[in-house]
């Protein structure tokens, strides 16, 4: 996620190139990512949504690297138990 002062300047340069393809270039981001906090900023205007960032992004960014963290266990464990893609067919099949 990006922070206030990144929107503002997704949005400065909007309001100067006037083209989404010309923000994203000069920030290095995605054509996507502009158009996504271009369309939060014109929901706010318009009274659609109270706030940019959700308050509660932190708590989504624990929620993420919590499941992360158990996806990376689990796949050592795998590895360990098997050590190879050949072994663990093997003993799928027999």
């Given at each position: 996620?990006?922070?206030m002062a990144d929107i503002r300047?997704?949005?400065d340069l909007y309001e100067l190139y006037g083209s989404y393809k010309k923000v994203?270039?000069?920030l290095g981001i995605?054509?996507?990512t502009t158009k996504k906090y271009?369309?939060?900023v014109k929901d706010l205007l318009e009274g659609a949504v109270e706030e940019i960032l959700p308050k509660d992004r932190k708590i989504i960014q624990?929620?993420?690297g919590a499941f992360?963290?158990?996806?990376?266990?689990?796949?050592?464990q795998q590895k360990t138990a098997y050590g190879s893609s050949e072994k663990l067919w093997a003993?799928?099949?027999g």
């Open positions: 996620m990006k922070t300047r997704i949005v994203a270039r000069e995605s054509l996507n271009l369309r939060r624990l929620v993420r992360s963290r158990a996806g990376s266990s689990i796949r050592k003993d799928l099949a």
